[in-house]
């Protein structure tokens, strides 16, 4: 595997809606979301987020980098669409919890090095249905490469008076994005303005777009009311 290590979090009435593992028939499917940290962050910093979505009823995952201090967004890249895969071989496994509960509606999230390597994923990956940026961090090197274009619809969150990852950098992740798509900068906001559903100093905006993004870009879901219970988590360590 390409992460350390994963956690799962589950809407509510996840154990309950069984699937009929002869027939694979049960209830309706569930999108599903990979979160990638920052810069020396674990899995745990994104959970604000896979709460707030698993909430509205996605499955989400959290997932460390191998190396949190020194992967750049090419490694975080490989890691997202790494877990990707490992979601989509734990749908079809039949001793497995997730098995007949996946469809093949997948996105990936991620903050600041996270969020760098989103745009990478997007260009691996175009089955990709949506990618969300926040804050994302160019590393070393993609600050003044070109990036290549992707086609996968794509949110960017940025923060005005972000001085660790500059809003011109972040454009640039925006600007290569052919797909649908919509920027956010929020006035006064910091590098920590979409670290999590709160937003930071600027609550409302952060909260009403990234409860609307999966909706809007490709899932074909609607989020309905925001309800903070009835999520359940679990921790998955890769071979």
Request: hydrophobic share 45%.
């Amino acid at each position: 595997r390409k992460y350390a290590k994963a956690r799962i979090f589950v809407p509510e009435g996840f154990d309950d809606e069984g699937v009929d593992k002869s027939s694979g028939t049960g209830p309706d499917k569930l999108a599903s979301v990979v979160i990638v940290p920052g810069f020396a962050c674990g899995e745990n910093v994104m959970s604000a987020w896979a709460f707030f979505w698993a909430s509205h009823g996605f499955l989400v995952t959290t997932i460390s980098a191998l190396r949190p201090f020194h992967d750049m967004p090419r490694r975080r890249a490989d890691a997202a669409l790494d877990c990707v895969d490992a979601l989509k071989a734990e749908g079809t496994r039949v001793d497995s919890a997730l098995f007949g509960r996946l469809d093949d509606r997948f996105a990936v999230a991620g903050w600041s090095l996270g969020g760098g390597g989103c745009h990478l994923a997007a260009v691996d990956d175009p089955s990709l249905k949506c990618i969300l940026e926040f804050a994302p961090h160019s590393g070393l090197g993609l600050c003044f490469a070109r990036l290549e274009p992707h086609d996968v619809p794509t949110l960017a969150i940025a923060g005005q008076c972000d001085v660790i990852a500059w809003p011109w950098v972040q454009r640039r992740f925006y600007d290569a994005a052919r797909g649908p798509k919509l920027h956010l900068e929020v006035r006064g906001g910091d590098h920590a303005i979409a670290a999590g559903p709160a937003g930071g100093n600027c609550f409302q905006i952060a909260f009403a777009y990234g409860a609307c993004a999966l909706c809007t870009f490709g899932f074909g879901v609607c989020c309905g009311d925001y309800s903070p219970c009835g999520v359940r988590v679990g921790v998955l360590r890769p071979d």
